[in-house]
């Protein structure tokens, strides 16, 4: 996926990521890029359901564990991103590892939902890792709703296992 510039309005209603990986097998984002415009990116969560997807990245619930972020790179623009129920805003989804995030430019807001990470990895029973990532340019906000990082590793919901966020990878 590459953006260029314009205004997109990206919404997953029922679990997969705003952009990048679906519902399912295999949720991960894959190669993202944006170099500019207005990306407004949200994941929800089907009626009922406690988890999601990621705003931008990894979709979920990852069924094979396989929904990382992806590799996702923003060079600029005005970026908004908003995760799903223990997702990230930019990055894994449910329980999941942010994947390889790259950003040099740009204003971005990314909110994780409940204990995902604002920028990195889902939350859930586990807690995703960060991943690895840059950050270079641009003005970056970054939080978690719940006990996630703003930018780092998911929380964890289950309170059979420590409630902090993942290792940050």
């Keep these: 996926i590459i953006i260029y510039g314009g205004d997109i309005i990206a919404k997953s209603p029922r679990n997969g990521a705003g952009i990048g990986g679906g519902y399912g097998y295999n949720t991960t984002g894959g190669n993202?890029?944006?170099?500019?415009?207005?990306?407004?990116?949200?994941?929800?969560?089907?009626?009922?359901?406690?988890y999601s997807g990621a705003g931008i990245g990894g979709g979920g619930p990852a069924i094979d564990n396989i929904g990382s972020g992806g590799v996702i790179t923003i060079h600029g623009g005005n970026i908004t991103a908003q995760g799903g129920s223990r997702s990230a805003g930019i990055g894994g989804g449910l329980d999941c590892e942010g994947g390889t995030i790259t950003i040099s430019g740009g204003v971005i807001?990314?909110?994780?939902?409940?204990?995902?990470?604002?920028?990195?990895?889902?939350?859930?029973?586990?807690?995703?890792?960060?991943?690895?990532?840059?950050?270079?340019?641009?003005?970056?906000?970054a939080k978690s709703t719940g006990n996630g990082a703003g930018i780092g590793g998911g929380g964890v919901v289950s309170e059979e296992y420590a409630t902090t966020g993942g290792d940050g990878g």
């Design 109 to 141: 807001n990314a909110t994780g939902g409940d204990c995902g990470a604002g920028i990195g990895g889902g939350g859930g029973d586990f807690g995703g890792t960060g991943g690895t990532i840059t950050i270079s340019g641009g003005t970056v906000t």
């Design 32 to 50: 993202i890029t944006i170099y500019g415009g207005t990306v407004n990116a949200t994941s929800g969560s089907a009626e009922g359901a406690n």
